[in-house]
């Protein structure tokens, strides 16, 4: 909490505050909890998980089947592979990790081994065709039995993100108990099984309260009225019915996501052109060289808002009455550098959507 209390007030951690990122992360939490897919961790202290490649991500909270990855536990660990998955190559892994042990970063020391290539039938090798096989009874017992002679006393199992997409924790725990080890699992790149989970819980919850999801919309169009937003229309005609609310949630990242775009001479805001502040100098956008301690400047480019998340002009003045921000798409947070870009999502997500709800009942 001390530390959150100390970043700059125009900071996304600013305006929520360290009281307002706790009751955010917790609410989280108890969703996942809710799902049967738990959350891991206090949000006061970063837990050391291993990453595919073998170096450490700091993060504060971790769903429950990677936590025993923890680089701060000692002991021996085996990392598996499985030939013919592209996206993990435990023998890489171990060797960077036991480089981080020599140097005093991680209490595990690590060694390495690849399954001949499991039987999928006509699919191929990937970690979302494993998470659908880990789901069988049938898989997780010829892998228990292949794991069991790998086995060495005393030492954890890691394995590549692909225990279950539906019922993670039910795959890793039946696992641990076949095999007899802790398990624990080591996100992948993206498409992430992890992530993919995530968005299917948060997704459920989001339409089990009444909301509607529109995937795939290529154009949106706000329709406004003096400082009011009324709707927007989704897709690039003009016959198709505009969907009217009370109030609006701009989540729509930054660059990446769309949020913001460029030309040779400004940075903009896609979809109601919101006021930004950015060099007027293009040099000034990007340091050299790419990867520096410092971060990149346009990585912290975006909308400026006020304390209830409502975006503001450069004097400072709200420009839509029923408008608030989340995510990536707000101004000052360098979640690249930082790594705090879940924390600001999940935190500023939380408190803009009860900000839109509280607006919307006014109305």
Known sequence: ASEINRVPPQHPYGKVGAEGLWAALGHFQKILKSEKYPYMGSGEKNILIPTSLGSLHPTGLVP??????????????LLL??????????????????????????????????LKRPDLGEKGINGLSLAYAFETEKFRASFAQEMRSLMRPGERLGLPAVLGIHSPIKVWSDLQERVGVPIFEIPLPPPSVPGLRLQGILKADFQKKGGRLFIG???????????????????????????????????????????????????????????????????????????????????????????????VNFKGEVVYSNLFAAGGIIAHGDSMNEKSGGGIAVSTGFWAGKYAAECAKKS
């Open 217 to 311: 919309v290529s154009e949106m169009a706000p329709l406004l009225e003096k400082s009011r937003i009324v709707g927007l229309r989704l897709g690039d005609s003009r016959k198709n019915v505009p969907h009217r609310a009370s109030a609006f949630v701009l989540a729509t990242g930054q660059f990446v996501g769309g949020g913001l775009d460029s030309d040779r001479n400004r940075i903009f805001e896609t979809l109601f052109n919101l006021p930004l502040r950015f060099p007027e100098n293009r040099k000034e956008w990007f340091r050299t060289p790419l990867l520096t301690p410092a971060g990149q400047p346009f990585n912290g480019f975006g909308v400026e808002v006020d304390r209830n998340l409502q975006p």
């Open 81 to 114: 592979g499985f030939e013919g998955l592209k996206d993990f190559f435990p023998h890489f892994a171990a060797n960077n990790l036991n480089l981080l042990h020599e140097r005093g970063q991680a209490a595990s020391v690590f060694r390495a081994a690849i």
């Open 64 to 77: 429950d089947t990677l936590k025993g990855g923890d680089l701060s536990i000692p002991g021996s660990v």
